[in-house]
């Protein structure tokens, strides 16, 4: 016959000491339902697509119009105020940009430009989005 060896932290018990189960283990619950309003994940997916791949250092505020369409796509016109990574001072700019809702229900952004920068890419991002119809309108009061 043969020995059986236990190792400590192998499921045995450790020198003799018992952990009653559900006691002492900590449980996390995962919520199905998101916390986050659609606008806010709309923000969030803006924020980190231009924190990513342009020169902002920090973003101070942000005002986005929004429209998605049956394909899960999404439409994003808006100004932003941020914090320049080189130069200082804080600017404002104006962007448009497109995207899409994953299974989640996360917005990721593939397409963004900035009007002053980037005005040709802006006015076919533009077209773009008025093809598939995700083009937000603005209603000014």
């Known amino acids: 016959m043969g020995k059986v060896i236990r190792f400590p932290g192998s499921g045995g018990n450790d020198s003799g000491k018992k952990e009653e189960k559900g006691h002492n283990q900590e449980t996390e619950i995962k919520s199905i339902y ?4 659609f606008e806010d994940r709309v923000r969030k997916g803006v924020e980190d697509y231009i924190l990513y791949n342009f020169a902002v250092k920090n973003v101070l505020g942000m005002d986005v119009v929004y429209k998605k369409n049956e394909k899960n796509e999404v439409g994003v016109l808006g100004a932003i105020a941020y914090e320049h ?12 940009g497109k995207g899409y809702i994953d ?36 209603k000014e009061l």
């Open 34 to 37: 998101s916390t986050l309003s």
């Open 103 to 138: 299974k989640e229900g996360n917005v990721h952004i593939d397409l963004l430009a900035f009007k002053a920068g980037e005005p040709e890419v802006y006015n076919s991002l533009m077209k773009i989005m008025k093809a598939k119809k995700i083009l937000p309108q603005i």
């Open 85 to 96: 990574k080189r130069r200082a001072g804080t600017y404002v700019a104006d962007f448009a």
